[in-house]
């Protein structure tokens, strides 16, 4: 309770005092900025401006330098006062935050927030980098960034057409959702982690449950995927493979389970395209296929 009415009392004082005003936001000069999805953090360090940032979301891993800033909380179960006591000028979100009263909140204590799009496909990534690069004034770095991407994206392509598949393996995602505190299966949705499992050469595993967060044994034994990926935060709260397999209801069952052919891999690298795409499919493509001789 007490630190309840201290949070009330500091966004109190805050209003009094101006801080928060309706002027007008210019990326082009330096603004304190609380970035609350992780293709927005990762984004705004490509282009140069990641100093300005003094705030993210526990989701916002990439790259380094970002770990080193504070965090306000997970994007989907924000806490208000935590985003207001970084007294920003601008907080940018994808329009996917929660619970749905932070951002009411947040607009009623005077912050500023800028919505940007998301980077769920190649179009929509080029898009949202040229239009953080015309905010912050640095549309000539953007357009360089959405040409790495391309070329990065056409080299992978070319790298797993080069390779003599023989037998394609199949592929589950399983991913730890920090906001339902479950582990849930990302495969089977037409997802971006999808999409890059096809283009690194796989295919995704069959998995009917429509939607649910919480995983079903019965549905990932009858998957039966040949590799699971396991997405960094859950993979390390299990703390190793073996507990992986035995800990997560299911994955002992299956080919992936008993060949322990459980993979971690970063959350940020399977839920957005970005001009590291073409080096995360390459790197898929080898844990796919690691007897192959394939070049980078």
């Known amino acids: 309770m007490k630190k309840i009415v201290v949070g009330f009392v500091i966004m109190l004082g805050l209003l009094a005092c101006g801080r928060f005003k309706n ?76 619970p749905e009263t932070v951002l009411p ?31 912050f004034g640095v549309r000539a770095k953007a357009d360089s960034l959405c040409g790495v991407m391309d070329a990065g994206i056409a080299n992978a392509s070319n790298a797993v057409a080069a390779l003599k598949i023989k037998d394609t393996p199949t592929v589950m995602i399983i991913h730890f959702g920090r906001a339902s505190n479950v582990f849930f299966v990302m495969s089977g949705r037409k997802g971006v982690g999808d999409q890059l499992i096809k283009m690194a050469g796989a295919k995704v595993a069959h998995y009917d449950a429509k939607g649910a967060r919480q995983i079903s044994a019965e549905a990932i034994a009858e998957a039966n995927p040949d590799i699971i990926i396991a997405t ?63 070049s980078k």
Request: proline share 4%; aromatic share 8%.
């Open 232 to 294: 960094d935060f859950g993979f390390d709260q299990m703390g190793t493979m073996d507990k992986f397999i035995a800990g997560i209801p299911g994955v002992a069952l299956t080919k992936a389970g008993k060949n322990k052919r459980i993979v971690r891999f970063e959350e940020h690298d399977l839920t957005y395209y970005g001009p590291r795409t073409g080096e995360n499919i390459i790197n898929l493509m080898h844990i796919f296929y690691p007897t192959l001789n394939a």
């Open 23 to 98: 002027t007008a936001l210019d990326g082009t000069k330096d603004l304190r900025i609380v970035s609350l999805s992780k293709h927005l953090t990762e984004f705004t360090f490509a282009l140069g401006k990641g100093r300005n940032i003094v705030g993210v979301d526990w989701s916002s891993t990439y790259p380094d330098s970002a770990k080193l800033i504070k965090p306000v909380g997970y994007h989907r179960a924000l806490n208000p006062e935590g985003i207001i006591s970084m007294m920003p000028d601008m907080v940018m979100h994808s329009n996917d935050i929660g």
């Open 105 to 135: 909140q947040i607009q009623k204590a005077g912050l500023q927030c800028k919505a940007f799009g998301n980077a769920n496909t190649m179009d929509s990534a080029k898009m949202l980098l040229r239009a953080l690069g015309d905010f």
